[in-house]
């Protein structure tokens, strides 16, 4: 499989090592290296992007302002020459967090946790079918089964460390995923809102500047995530 890549950092000779490192691993392909958070935007319009190389103190926009306002968001690699921004980094579900000089060996040891990351996703058999119909189904491992769940009876999803919870009206799910990962195989009607919790927007009965309600559970909407919803709450 081949991973596409994306390097965004205000400074040439930044750019060009990540480059050169990434030119000698097998597996990923550059797209585009751009200087600033703008230029990668319209690019991220086009492309469909696996992995961004994202430096955070930018001009114009950080790098973290950045990345939290995407509606779809890439793994993401944080590149800097300041450690001030691990912890905000991470927040954000961070594949690594690299300080600047990038030695090729800690280079390629953000490149192993993003494979390993890819291949715990691929190894746990999810499959949607027919993603945008009212009928959709995925099926999750449960006890040792594949238990078929439909889409549009998911109130909403809970992470629970290595685990997710998924919430249905009456019973739930527990099965061995990361939130992020499962994020990816679900359809238009999910949103991510918090760090911990994704939901189906069809099952919302209110909500407030701070949280989302579905039936009689307040679900928190995460300070990071508030841009990102606020196109569907108002």
């Not at 746990?124 to 238990?147: E, H, L, N």
């Not at 019973?171 to 499962?182: D, G, L, V």
Request: proline share 2%; charged share 25%.
């Amino acid at each position: 499989m081949i991973y596409k890549c994306l390097i965004i950092d205000d400074e040439e000779l930044a750019r060009g090592l990540i480059k050169t490192h990434l030119s000698q691993l097998d597996g990923f392909q550059l797209i585009a290296s751009c200087s600033s958070a703008l230029e990668a935007y319209s690019i991220l319009q086009r492309e469909s992007i696996d992995l961004l190389f994202l430096d955070i103190e930018m001009p114009v926009l950080k790098g973290t302002d950045f990345f939290k306002n995407l509606m779809h968001k890439p793994k993401v690699i944080f590149t800097t020459a300041y450690r001030d921004y691990a912890i905000e980094g991470f927040e954000l579900n961070a594949v690594d967090y690299i300080l600047k000089p990038i030695t090729f060996q800690r280079f390629f040891n953000a490149i192993e946790k993003f494979r390993a990351l890819r291949k715990d996703s691929a190894s746990i058999p999810i499959t949607v079918t027919d993603s945008v119909s009212k009928g959709a189904f995925i099926y999750i491992r449960k006890d040792r089964k594949q238990v078929k769940v439909q889409l549009e009876s998911i109130l909403y999803i809970e992470s629970l460390k290595d685990y997710i919870k998924i919430h249905l009206e009456g019973e739930n799910h527990i099965t061995k995923h990361s939130i992020s990962a499962f994020e990816e195989k679900l359809d238009h009607r999910f949103i991510r809102i918090h760090r911990s919790y994704i939901i189906n927007k069809n099952k919302i009965t209110a909500y407030t500047k701070n949280d989302i309600e579905i039936g009689q559970i307040e679900i928190p909407i995460g300070e990071n995530f508030r841009n990102n919803i606020s196109s569907f709450l108002t």
